[in-house]
């Protein structure tokens, strides 16, 4: 079946920077959208950055300027660069993707930015 695998989270202090990385497999990667969300606790569930097929990006308000959404073809994934990370951004991090008829998510990472 799709699987999507999420790496690269863990605990940095504020300020700090991490890099997000989910591999797909079992799918035409190329022709899917690409995003990530995220999920704090008691928080609903919230778009934090997307990529289409044609790599146009989009990305919430709150981390404009600081976050950055990649796609490699090739690879058949996803990265999220996380500069300058502030304690709001603390959350589990999940990939999706989205194409014709379906969409899938990966199992998440947890982000954690805390002194």
């Known amino acids: 079946q799709v699987q999507l695998v999420e790496s690269g989270g863990g605990l940095v202090q504020p300020g700090g920077s991490l890099r997000l990385s989910c591999t797909v497999s079992?799918?035409?990667?190329?022709?899917?959208?690409m995003a990530w969300y995220r999920q704090a606790p008691g928080e609903q569930r919230e778009l934090v950055a997307a990529i289409t097929k044609g790599g146009t990006t989009n990305y919430a308000d709150s981390v404009k300027g600081r976050f950055t959404i990649s796609r490699e073809n090739a690879k058949s994934a996803v990265y999220l660069q996380m500069n300058s990370l502030k304690p709001e951004d603390t959350a589990v991090y999940y990939c999706n993707a989205k194409g014709p008829g379906n969409a899938y998510w990966g199992q998440g990472t947890q982000v954690t930015v805390s002194a």
């Open positions: 079992r799918i035409m990667f190329s022709i899917f959208d």
